[in-house]
């Protein structure tokens, strides 16, 4: 079966690349027939702003420093579209206007100007269908933002401007009416659906898209959400974006006094335990598959906007599984990563978990590295950048054929764990979770088992993980990658990636490393003695940096020789830490912006 994959895999990708090409070439057809349109003359209503900017980002955004995907142009009274224009990701993220949130977190007369002029040079210079922005979920993002900010753009604006503005979202209107179809289902279809009910509600003449884009809304509801509230990515920032834009939807249409389909109001009632599952003691997301924490205040803001308090279970959410006691909150991947074209950022990190005490991120994965280029991506998805088990040189799941989508060319997971098992129990000083994965078996033979427990009190954890072989013919297969190495042993890590923020030492003579908030807690990290204990660096990767911070990771290093190895770890508050303290200092992205 093998031998005949690879043909496989590039007939698909051949047949995706000739459907792009086609899907792209028909998007230009429809946006410069949109184009010649000329629809909408004003507001029939208009939603209230519902976006959270960022201030800081769009101050800097005023003074000409654009810092989009990593990329940085300084460019004072500039455009912001001259921002690295032969880069499609730094474009993709212009084309969506989400930076209209920033420059209306500032509010003044300068970011006022600065917004009425980059959207006035978008008309003239995009406006004619022309340009990477005319595909479904970017004109449904950007619709969505004109529409919220619209009085502030259109405040003393000439009549010649604001014509051209109403127009200009009347044309991108009927275009996503043609075009949303081809959206991919997800978070892409959602957001050009969501910019339809928008505009069909808030623009002169375009009602009639309103039913057809709300009954297509309610159909994904139903298809792309499944029962517990998760989305076939298993992205958690993914499934932030999709929770608000449903809310979006929904507040618009009952505004509109028009009922919300039953199935949109479901979904919203799945989503929101499910978020909860994920979010850290910090207001946070939990980090994984290509996901990042999310806006200060987003989550919060979205989960209330959402009105429903229904707290979430004692099992898995979306693949994740979530211990949470006192001030101390640990999410772990409990899950296969997704397959297929949507993989295209998911992570090999399967039994990785993230810990946080109170607002201060200890315990993390290194995150999605989308933002600085192909490789820190790259790096970014593979195992060792996850706080979890690998066996050198591997990961946990492996790359495939690269996708051949629209705007993506990344490969996709293929090589997945089949078979992963997550156990809950209760312990009578604690909870326990007990994980496995057989990702290593058809490789080394082996499975990882991982068992964590929390105490009652929140200040401790101590985990155990295990490589074993399960059958005589995984003994076999780790008999020969024994013979591979020379018989030194197959080499295997333990990492637990800290954050930036976190300042760890060698303890105890080389025993433990302690590890200081910036709270004042100290967090000790203690072994059984049978793994080489090591402080080595790490990076910490997040979209809004300039480049990668520095970081650093706790490794436990081996090599195993027989059919079960087992390494036990604990991490627990030092004895002098109290219960509780005062910790009101943030974090602010935009602090390191020169660095």
Request: aromatic share 6%; charged share 25%; proline share 5%.
């Given at each position: 079966?093998?031998?005949?994959?690879?043909?496989?895999?590039?007939?698909?990708?051949?047949?995706?690349?000739?459907?792009?090409?086609?899907?792209?070439?028909?998007?230009?057809?429809?946006?410069?027939?949109?184009?010649?349109?000329?629809?909408?003359?004003?507001?029939?209503?208009?939603?209230?702003?519902?976006?959270?900017?960022?201030?800081?980002?769009?101050?800097?955004?005023?003074?000409?420093?654009?810092?989009?995907?990593?990329?940085?142009?300084?460019?004072?009274?500039?455009?912001?579209?001259?921002?690295?224009?032969?880069?499609?990701?730094?474009?993709?993220?212009?084309?969506?206007?989400?930076?209209?949130?920033?420059?209306?977190?500032?509010?003044?007369?300068?970011?006022?100007?600065?917004?009425?002029?980059?959207?006035?040079?978008?008309?003239?210079?995009?406006?004619?269908?022309?340009?990477?922005?005319?595909?479904?979920?970017?004109?449904?993002?950007?619709?969505?933002?004109?529409?919220?900010?619209?009085?502030?753009?259109?405040?003393?604006?000439?009549?010649?401007?604001?014509?051209?503005?109403?127009?200009?979202?009347?044309?991108?209107?009927?275009?996503?009416?043609?075009?949303?179809?081809?959206?991919?289902?997800?978070?892409?279809?959602?957001?050009?659906?969501?910019?339809?009910?928008?505009?069909?509600?808030?623009?002169?003449?375009?009602?009639?898209?309103?039913?057809?884009?709300?009954?297509?809304?309610?159909?994904?509801?139903?298809?792309?959400?499944?029962?517990?509230?998760?989305?076939?990515?298993?992205?958690?920032?993914?499934?932030?974006?999709?929770?608000?834009?449903?809310?979006?939807?929904?507040?618009?249409?009952?505004?509109?006094?028009?009922?919300?389909?039953?199935?949109?109001?479901?979904?919203?009632?799945?989503?929101?335990?499910?978020?909860?599952?994920?979010?850290?003691?910090?207001?946070?997301?939990?980090?994984?598959?290509?996901?990042?924490?999310?806006?200060?205040?987003?989550?919060?803001?979205?989960?209330?906007?959402?009105?429903?308090?229904?707290?979430?279970?004692?099992?898995?959410?979306?693949?994740?599984?979530?211990?949470?006691?006192?001030?101390?909150?640990?999410?772990?991947?409990?899950?296969?990563?997704?397959?297929?074209?949507?993989?295209?950022?998911?992570?090999?990190?399967?039994?990785?978990?993230?810990?946080?005490?109170?607002?201060?991120?200890?315990?993390?994965?290194?995150?999605?590295?989308?933002?600085?280029?192909?490789?820190?991506?790259?790096?970014?998805?593979?195992?060792?950048?996850?706080?979890?088990?690998?066996?050198?040189?591997?990961?946990?799941?492996?790359?495939?054929?690269?996708?051949?989508?629209?705007?993506?060319?990344?490969?996709?997971?293929?090589?997945?764990?089949?078979?992963?098992?997550?156990?809950?129990?209760?312990?009578?000083?604690?909870?326990?979770?007990?994980?496995?994965?057989?990702?290593?078996?058809?490789?080394?033979?082996?499975?990882?088992?991982?068992?964590?427990?929390?105490?009652?009190?929140?200040?401790?954890?101590?985990?155990?993980?295990?490589?074993?072989?399960?059958?005589?013919?995984?003994?076999?297969?780790?008999?020969?990658?024994?013979?591979?190495?020379?018989?030194?042993?197959?080499?295997?890590?333990?990492?637990?990636?800290?954050?930036?923020?976190?300042?760890?030492?060698?303890?105890?003579?080389?025993?433990?490393?302690?590890?200081?908030?910036?709270?004042?807690?100290?967090?000790?990290?203690?072994?059984?003695?049978?793994?080489?204990?090591?402080?080595?660096?790490?990076?910490?990767?997040?979209?809004?940096?300039?480049?990668?911070?520095?970081?650093q990771q706790v490794v436990l290093s081996g090599r195993t020789m027989a059919y079960a190895t087992r390494v036990r770890w604990s991490l627990a508050k030092a004895q002098d830490t109290p219960d509780s303290v005062r910790d009101f200092a943030t974090d602010d992205p935009m602090d390191d912006f020169d660095n």
């Amino acid at each position: 079966m093998r031998k005949n994959a690879k043909p496989r895999q590039q007939n698909l990708a051949q047949q995706q690349t000739w459907r792009a090409r086609r899907t792209q070439f028909m998007h230009r057809v429809h946006a410069r027939a949109a184009a010649r349109a000329r629809p909408a003359t004003g507001f029939v209503s208009q939603p209230e702003p519902k976006t959270i900017g960022h201030f800081a980002r769009g101050r800097q955004l005023i003074a000409g420093n654009f810092l989009f995907s990593g990329t940085l142009t300084e460019a004072k009274n500039g455009s912001i579209w001259d921002v690295a224009p032969d880069n499609a990701v730094v474009s993709e993220e212009l084309q969506g206007c989400a930076w209209l949130d920033d420059l209306t977190a500032v509010g003044d007369a300068k970011a006022r100007a600065c917004a009425q002029a980059w959207v006035g040079d978008w008309i003239t210079r995009y406006g004619n269908g022309h340009g990477l922005g005319w595909t479904p979920d970017l004109a449904g993002r950007r619709i969505i933002r004109w529409i919220q900010h619209g009085f502030f753009l259109l405040r003393g604006q000439e009549r010649p401007a604001n014509v051209a503005f109403y127009r200009s979202l009347g044309q991108q209107t009927i275009f996503l009416s043609r075009r949303w179809k081809t959206a991919r289902a997800g978070l892409p279809r959602f957001e050009a659906l969501t910019g339809m009910i928008y505009a069909g509600l808030s623009l002169e003449g375009m009602e009639e898209h309103v039913a057809p884009a709300v009954a297509a809304l309610a159909r994904d509801c139903e298809t792309q959400i499944d029962a517990s509230g998760g989305i076939p990515t298993r992205n958690p920032e993914e499934l932030l974006e999709v929770l608000t834009l449903l809310t979006w939807a929904s507040q618009a249409l009952t505004e509109a006094d028009r009922q919300p389909p039953a199935a949109v109001i479901s979904a919203i009632a799945r989503i929101t335990p499910t978020l909860r599952a994920l979010r850290h003691s910090d207001g946070g997301l939990a980090r994984f598959h290509g996901g990042g924490r999310g806006l200060d205040g987003r989550l919060d803001h979205a989960l209330a906007a959402a009105g429903n308090r229904t707290r979430p279970s004692d099992d898995l959410h979306m693949g994740y599984a979530r211990l949470s006691a006192g001030r101390t909150s640990i999410v772990i991947d409990a899950a296969a990563p997704p397959t297929g074209p949507i993989s295209v950022n998911a992570h090999a990190s399967t039994l990785a978990f993230e810990l946080t005490s109170g607002r201060r991120p200890l315990v993390v994965n290194c995150g999605s590295g989308q933002t600085f280029g192909e490789d820190w991506r790259r790096a970014g998805r593979a195992t060792p950048s996850h706080t979890t088990l690998c066996i050198e040189g591997y990961s946990s799941s492996r790359l495939g054929a690269p996708s051949r989508q629209v705007t993506s060319q990344q490969e996709l997971l293929d090589d997945v764990p089949t078979d992963v098992q997550c156990h809950f129990s209760d312990l009578h000083d604690g909870k326990r979770v007990e994980l496995s994965h057989n990702g290593y078996r058809s490789t080394h033979g082996l499975t990882h088992a991982r068992t964590i427990d929390l105490a009652q009190d929140g200040r401790g954890m101590v985990g155990e993980d295990f490589l074993t072989t399960l059958t005589d013919s995984d003994k076999k297969r780790f008999d020969k990658a024994i013979d591979e190495t020379s018989l030194q042993g197959v080499p295997y890590a333990l990492r637990f990636h800290l954050h930036p923020e976190v300042d760890a030492t060698v303890d105890m003579g080389g025993a433990a490393i302690s590890m200081a908030l910036k709270s004042g807690e100290i967090w000790i990290l203690r072994h059984d003695g049978h793994a080489n204990l090591a402080l080595e660096p790490s990076v910490y990767l997040e979209n809004g940096r300039l480049k990668p911070r520095p970081s650093q990771q706790v490794v436990l290093s081996g090599r195993t020789m027989a059919y079960a190895t087992r390494v036990r770890w604990s991490l627990a508050k030092a004895q002098d830490t109290p219960d509780s303290v005062r910790d009101f200092a943030t974090d602010d992205p935009m602090d390191d912006f020169d660095n």
